[in-house]
């Protein structure tokens, strides 16, 4: 969660406490959080310790260095950029509460080529020095050290603006691709879907698709037409006209299930570029998102949509608003472990997808517990 504190920067203030173990190595205290604004979310590591094992050899206790890092998450493909970070510190008895130890704020402000880099506290800092004696001198062994970062970052880091290589839109004045789906006289093919149907080329279908050469060289080698009735007709007519012309041909009414029929279609056609049309649709399924936040079943079946289709810009902003707007909901219908409930949304989100891949509801519990030791707050005080 956030708050603006200025016209610029967003303000995200991340708590982390950990027990200072003896020293007897390599020492390496590490956290993970994420911060959410809007639709996006971004993954950050904080670790106490040295960058690289080999600079712990080379180096020795006195390079090693708190750092807060930018890390990128899996199946992300943006890191944030923030512009200031100040880190706190204290270090506490366990037992009592008392505080031991509290070194001068160190605020760390990077050159704009190097923010993507993440933030490092010099060990010459007065917090740089602090953590080496923590961990040269026994006597603080098991006390409690509590590290606090303010991060400011531009509220432009949490917009998507660019899609990259995402199919162009049909033209405005159409050109010789669109006569073969629009000329009647080049209708020699029906393609029949569960709630309509639409004539094309026969040609066109068989330059375009590897399936219909197939099919046309097989069993459908006489036929006139081909069904496909767990399909929309929507579904079918964006992902041919794709195929024909290579523009897309946005559907009349976005939703999950014609999203999910556009990807099994395109699949089961074996279109070239598929990517590039999936973009194109990923986007509009982004901006639905967008407009139903206050949703929580649209927003849940979006996320399950883009799971099981591979979206990533999309899943993450339906689960940034799951986190943000609906979290007690979330966790009231479906718990915090396995999913209980026997509903057709629940079986899906217990799904396993192979691999390591987590289910997905696991992936809304990781997010909403990544975002628990974040706030936001109107005023900074140092």
């Known amino acids: 969660m956030s708050t603006t504190t200025t016209e610029q920067d967003l303000i995200f203030i991340h708590f982390w406490k950990f027990p200072v173990q003896p020293s007897v190595g390599i020492v390496r205290e590490i956290d ?19 960058d690289t094992f080999g600079a712990f050899r080379q180096a020795g206790l006195r390079n090693r260095q708190i750092q807060l890092r930018l890390r990128p998450a899996m199946f992300r493909e943006h ?14 008895d366990r037992q009592t509460g008392e505080e031991l ?22 060990h010459t800092s007065a917090i740089g020095s602090t953590l080496i004696q923590l961990y040269q001198v026994t006597s603080f062994a098991g ?3 509590e590290i606090t970062t303010t991060m400011s970052i531009s509220p432009a880091q949490f917009i998507i603006s660019e899609w990259e290589m995402m199919a162009p839109p049909m033209p405005l004045h159409l050109d010789w691709r669109f006569r073969l789906l629009d000329d009647k006289s080049c209708h020699n093919f029906l393609i029949v879907c569960r709630d309509g149907q639409m004539f094309t080329s026969k040609e066109a279908l068989y330059l375009c698709s590897p399936y219909f050469r197939e099919f046309f060289n097989g069993a459908g080698r006489e036929a006139d037409k081909v069904e ?7 579904a079918a007519r964006t992902v041919v006209t794709y195929m024909v012309t290579s523009t897309f041909a946005a559907p009349q009414d976005v939703s999950p299930a014609i999203v999910k029929d556009i990807y099994n279609l395109a699949n089961r056609f074996d279109v070239m570029l598929l990517s590039s049309l999936m973009v194109a649709v990923e986007r509009l399924g982004y901006l639905n998102v967008i407009e139903h936040y206050e949703k929580m079943d649209v927003l849940l079946e979006w996320f399950l949509t883009a799971h099981e289709c591979h979206m990533n ?5 339906a689960v940034a608003y799951l986190t943000i707007y609906h979290q007690k909901e979330y966790l009231a219908e479906y718990g915090d472990g396995e999913v209980p409930k026997p509903s057709p949304a629940a079986e899906r989100l217990n799904r396993g997808h192979g ?8 992936r809304v519990l990781n997010a909403q517990f990544s975002v628990s030791s974040v706030r936001g707050v109107e005023k900074v005080e140092v």
């Open 79 to 92: 890191i944030a950029e923030a512009t200031k970070c100040t880190f706190q510190m204290k270090v506490r």
């Open 228 to 234: 496909f009735v767990d399909s929309a007709i929507d």
């Open 32 to 50: 993970v959080f994420s911060t959410i604004h809007g639709p996006v979310i971004h993954d950050w590591e904080i670790r106490v310790g040295p």
């Open 355 to 362: 691999g390591f891949r987590t289910t997905p509801h696991q």
């Open 313 to 317: 810009k999309l899943q993450n902003a």
């Open 143 to 145: 006390r409690v050290c």
């Open 101 to 122: 130890l509290s070194p001068e704020p160190c605020t760390v402000v990077p050159a704009v080529n190097e923010r993507s880099q993440g933030f490092k506290v010099p």
